[in-house]
């Protein structure tokens, strides 16, 4: 404790992250990166693998009912004539050309730079305004494997070295010596994953999706641990330069999204420590390490990802399960909005772009969100280039008008806008016997105190009847918000969270939203409560890699690690009940941490 006391927070993390690795799995992107690192590496989650099925898909888990209902687009419509009317622009169905066409030639025919101060404001400007970067298509063959007698090894594109990794460049090389046929490459994974054409005998898969293990008829169990651990594997070598011979003497933390169940947990357990051989592994919540990558020991954490909007709630260092709420949407709907909004106005080029199916198009559009859309009032609209990336054919560019850049994002406050369920979440039924991961089920007294030989043999006792998946559709952020701090039950508690609210994920860097959230949050308190005061917390770091910091200084500063698992315990015996060591245990803040924390 003393030694935490004086210890300069930058020797200590240069003392104990360098066998630290911090693993923070999202449904589109992972963060990992060594402990010590200031920030993690930001790869999409992903795999394609060479396929022969005929007839052939492009995506695994392209679920069939992906057509948006007509009840769900009358529903989208109202929902954006109710923003624009709260924006200040016209409705839907209003005829605007007689009223503004002279003032849009007008910007359309000026300057970049003077376009750029009539339609932003923001104080961060967009680093590639009118400079989207083209994506080119992944080159799917591997190059040829050297003489035996050349020591050095020809990187893949835009890949780092593997040459530490014998096994894993023959998983991935299958020529013979001397060879010089060209052959395809049997995975390819993170963006490359994205950027592999249509034509090309690939199959993209996501292993997470909507915030659980992508297990469906299309893509079974087996499949979706082997895509993890292979995705995993290939960023330990090619990122981190971590060779298998070596995983033993590193330790993983595992920070986990709220929305995972017991079971899905215990796979990536089995994943990294039988898998990938880890000396031993942490589990940490998502939104708990958040509060701690951000200093906080209580706070409303909220929590906006790609597909998925958690919020929860922590007081003085402990997850509070009863305020956790999980909103099916996300940056991905947002992006795919924009889509929607764009061709409704028929500012879209005449172009074949398909989000679901063609996911270097959800990742242009992705760029165009991240670049153009914010929240205020009035018309809200900028020149950007528009890519086309069609089957067989090189990338072309496209010089188009956006306009009504506000709306979308205004999305996470009327969901109905996103049409979330155009990718419903995957089917639960395997899970249908596993608990909450926020539920105690540890409270049963085990005569004994025996140990389980493996997980498949472990019974649930339940405390509390179980409920079903806590994902909304028909509340948006701040009617979540507010629900959550609200279910603290405390009116000193709830002041002290209103006041505490802290946006993570990618969806949190849209320009306008604190402000926007501050607003509606307090509109959102029913008018009987005590409270009129709300304030988001500025984050101290990038809001997409607040929770993989958290997890890093959680590791670093977890001096005793009674609640670390060893791969020697976990293969022999799995979770000892009655032990120090259960991973739900990792949910509080150790004694240290929290001094360390105050200082």
């Given at each position: 404790?003393?030694?935490?006391?004086?210890?300069?927070?930058?020797?200590?993390?240069?003392?104990?992250?360098?066998?630290?690795?911090?693993?923070?799995?999202?449904?589109?992107?992972?963060?990992?990166?060594?402990?010590?690192?200031?920030?993690?590496?930001?790869?999409?989650?992903?795999?394609?693998?060479?396929?022969?099925?005929?007839?052939?898909?492009?995506?695994?888990?392209?679920?069939?009912?992906?057509?948006?209902?007509?009840?769900?687009?009358?529903?989208?419509?109202?929902?954006?004539?109710?923003?624009?009317?709260?924006?200040?622009?016209?409705?839907?169905?209003?005829?605007?050309?007689?009223?503004?066409?002279?003032?849009?030639?007008?910007?359309?025919?000026?300057?970049?730079?003077?376009?750029?101060?009539?339609?932003?404001?923001?104080?961060?400007?967009?680093?590639?305004?009118?400079?989207?970067?083209?994506?080119?298509?992944?080159?799917?063959?591997?190059?040829?494997?050297?003489?035996?007698?050349?020591?050095?090894?020809?990187?893949?594109?835009?890949?780092?070295?593997?040459?530490?990794?014998?096994?894993?460049?023959?998983?991935?090389?299958?020529?013979?010596?001397?060879?010089?046929?060209?052959?395809?490459?049997?995975?390819?994974?993170?963006?490359?994953?994205?950027?592999?054409?249509?034509?090309?005998?690939?199959?993209?898969?996501?292993?997470?999706?909507?915030?659980?293990?992508?297990?469906?008829?299309?893509?079974?169990?087996?499949?979706?641990?082997?895509?993890?651990?292979?995705?995993?594997?290939?960023?330990?070598?090619?990122?981190?330069?971590?060779?298998?011979?070596?995983?033993?003497?590193?330790?993983?933390?595992?920070?986990?999204?709220?929305?995972?169940?017991?079971?899905?947990?215990?796979?990536?357990?089995?994943?990294?420590?039988?898998?990938?051989?880890?000396?031993?592994?942490?589990?940490?919540?998502?939104?708990?390490?958040?509060?701690?990558?951000?200093?906080?020991?209580?706070?409303?954490?909220?929590?906006?990802?790609?597909?998925?909007?958690?919020?929860?709630?922590?007081?003085?260092?402990?997850?509070?399960?009863?305020?956790?709420?999980?909103?099916?949407?996300?940056?991905?709907?947002?992006?795919?909005?924009?889509?929607?909004?764009?061709?409704?106005?028929?500012?879209?080029?005449?172009?074949?772009?398909?989000?679901?199916?063609?996911?270097?198009?959800?990742?242009?559009?992705?760029?165009?969100?991240?670049?153009?859309?914010?929240?205020?009032?009035?018309?809200?609209?900028?020149?950007?280039?528009?890519?086309?990336?069609?089957?067989?054919?090189?990338?072309?560019?496209?010089?188009?008008?956006?306009?009504?850049?506000?709306?979308?994002?205004?999305?996470?406050?009327?969901?109905?806008?996103?049409?979330?369920?155009?990718?419903?979440?995957?089917?639960?039924?395997?899970?249908?016997?596993?608990?909450?991961?926020?539920?105690?089920?540890?409270?049963?007294?085990?005569?004994?105190?025996?140990?389980?030989?493996?997980?498949?043999?472990?019974?649930?006792?339940?405390?509390?009847?179980?409920?079903?998946?806590?994902?909304?559709?028909?509340?948006?952020?701040?009617?979540?918000?507010?629900?959550?701090?609200?279910?603290?039950?405390?009116?000193?508690?709830?002041?002290?969270?209103?006041?505490?609210?802290?946006?993570?994920?990618?969806?949190?860097?849209?320009?306008?939203?604190?402000?926007?959230?501050?607003?509606?949050?307090?509109?959102?308190?029913?008018?009987?409560?005590?409270?009129?005061?709300?304030?988001v917390l500025q984050s101290r770091t990038n809001p997409a890699f607040v929770s993989w910091k958290g997890g890093a200084i959680l590791g670093i500063l977890?001096?005793?690690?009674?609640?670390?698992?060893?791969?020697?315990?976990?293969?022999?015996?799995?979770?000892?009940?009655?032990?120090?060591?259960?991973?739900?245990?990792?949910?509080?803040?150790?004694?240290?941490?929290?001094?360390?924390?105050?200082?």
């Amino acid at each position: 404790m003393d030694y935490l006391k004086t210890v300069i927070p930058s020797n200590l993390f240069a003392e104990r992250g360098t066998n630290i690795v911090v693993i923070n799995p999202g449904s589109a992107n992972i963060r990992i990166g060594l402990a010590q690192q200031d920030t993690p590496f930001n790869i999409p989650h992903c795999i394609s693998r060479r396929t022969t099925q005929l007839p052939k898909r492009n995506v695994q888990d392209q679920m069939l009912n992906s057509q948006v209902t007509t009840a769900q687009h009358m529903e989208r419509e109202r929902a954006y004539d109710i923003i624009a009317s709260l924006l200040r622009i016209p409705f839907l169905g209003e005829e605007i050309a007689n009223s503004s066409y002279a003032r849009k030639e007008v910007v359309i025919g000026a300057t970049e730079a003077q376009f750029y101060q009539m339609g932003r404001v923001d104080t961060d400007p967009p680093q590639n305004n009118m400079k989207e970067p083209v994506f080119s298509w992944a080159d799917v063959f591997e190059k040829n494997v050297p003489p035996p007698s050349v020591t050095a090894v020809e990187d893949a594109p835009n890949e780092g070295d593997t040459s530490e990794s014998p096994t894993l460049k023959e998983s991935k090389i299958k020529v013979e010596p001397n060879s010089r046929e060209r052959k395809y490459r049997e995975y390819i994974c993170g963006e490359e994953a994205l950027r592999i054409s249509p034509t090309e005998p690939y199959c993209l898969r996501r292993p997470i999706r909507r915030g659980h293990l992508n297990v469906s008829q299309h893509y079974s169990t087996q499949q979706v641990l082997e895509d993890l651990h292979t995705i995993w594997d290939w960023i330990l070598v090619e990122k981190l330069h971590i060779p298998h011979r070596e995983r033993n003497m590193y330790s993983a933390i595992l920070v986990i999204p709220e929305t995972f169940d017991n079971r899905e947990i215990k796979e990536m357990l089995s994943i990294v420590l039988h898998d990938l051989r880890f000396g031993s592994a942490v589990v940490h919540q998502e939104g708990l390490a958040a509060a701690f990558g951000n200093g906080l020991s209580t706070a409303c954490i909220v929590n906006m990802g790609a597909q998925v909007t958690s919020v929860i709630c922590v007081e003085d260092g402990v997850a509070l399960p009863t305020t956790h709420i999980s909103l099916r949407f996300g940056g991905e709907d947002i992006s795919r909005c924009l889509l929607w909004t764009q061709r409704h106005h028929q500012t879209w080029p005449p172009i074949r772009t398909d989000a679901l199916s063609k996911p270097v198009d959800l990742l242009m559009l992705n760029r165009l969100k991240e670049s153009y859309c914010q929240i205020k009032e009035g018309e809200v609209e900028a020149v950007a280039m528009v890519h086309s990336y069609e089957d067989g054919m090189p990338p072309g560019s496209h010089k188009t008008r956006l306009t009504a850049l506000n709306v979308p994002p205004m999305g996470l406050f009327y969901p109905m806008l996103l049409v979330p369920d155009v990718y419903p979440p995957p089917p639960r039924t395997w899970l249908k016997d596993c608990d909450d991961m926020l539920e105690d089920t540890w409270h049963m007294d085990f005569s004994g105190g025996g140990a389980y030989p493996m997980w498949e043999s472990y019974p649930v006792y339940q405390t509390k009847p179980k409920k079903e998946d806590d994902i909304g559709l028909d509340i948006g952020l701040a009617e979540a918000i507010t629900k959550s701090i609200l279910a603290t039950g405390r009116i000193d508690l709830q002041r002290k969270l209103f006041c505490s609210m802290q946006l993570i994920g990618g969806a949190a860097s849209v320009y306008g939203l604190i402000p926007a959230v501050e607003e509606r949050v307090l509109h959102a308190i029913p008018s009987h409560e005590a409270i009129d005061t709300v304030e988001v917390l500025q984050s101290r770091t990038n809001p997409a890699f607040v929770s993989w910091k958290g997890g890093a200084i959680l590791g670093i500063l977890d001096i005793s690690r009674e609640a670390w698992i060893h791969r020697e315990d976990w293969i022999r015996n799995g979770i000892h009940i009655g032990s120090g060591r259960k991973y739900k245990d990792s949910y509080y803040l150790q004694a240290q941490a929290m001094c360390y924390m105050n200082l």
